[in-house]
């Protein structure tokens, strides 16, 4: 499985942006899929996740009511909706692909993710 990351970019505080992951070379259908975020100088950390079927998310408190993450199995790709943003959202974002779906957020954390597409750098001024 091939994951191509893309929509990063330079916004100001407030502002939105819309990132997405194009997959190919699995069933997407059975991907679990996920984002991920990695700040200069800190250990990258889970974002959000959507299940096979997109019933099913989760999502870090601190992007709470302004992230949202969705998924076009017709078009085998994910979205993440990102508004409000603010200057701690700065960080280079990664897509994963994952065959399980996690019990929990924690979970959602800590299992290894299977596939990883490459990162999109998203910066948020004040």
């Known amino acids: 499985v091939q994951l191509q990351a893309s929509g990063g970019g330079l916004v100001q505080t407030g502002g939105s942006l819309r990132l997405s992951c194009a997959a190919s070379?699995?069933?997407?259908?059975?991907?679990?899929m996920g984002w991920f975020r990695q700040a200069p100088g800190k250990e990258r950390e889970f974002v959000s996740a959507i299940s096979w079927s997109g019933k099913s998310t989760y999502y870090i408190d601190s992007v709470k009511g302004r992230f949202t993450i969705s998924r076009d199995n017709a078009n085998n790709t994910t979205s993440l909706q990102m508004n409000n943003l603010k200057p701690e959202d700065t960080a280079v974002y990664y897509c994963a692909a994952d065959w399980s779906w996690p019990a929990t957020v924690v979970a959602a954390r800590a299992m290894r993710w299977d596939y990883w597409g490459q990162g999109t750098q998203v910066t948020v001024s004040s």
């Open positions: 070379g699995g069933i997407f259908d059975n991907l679990v």
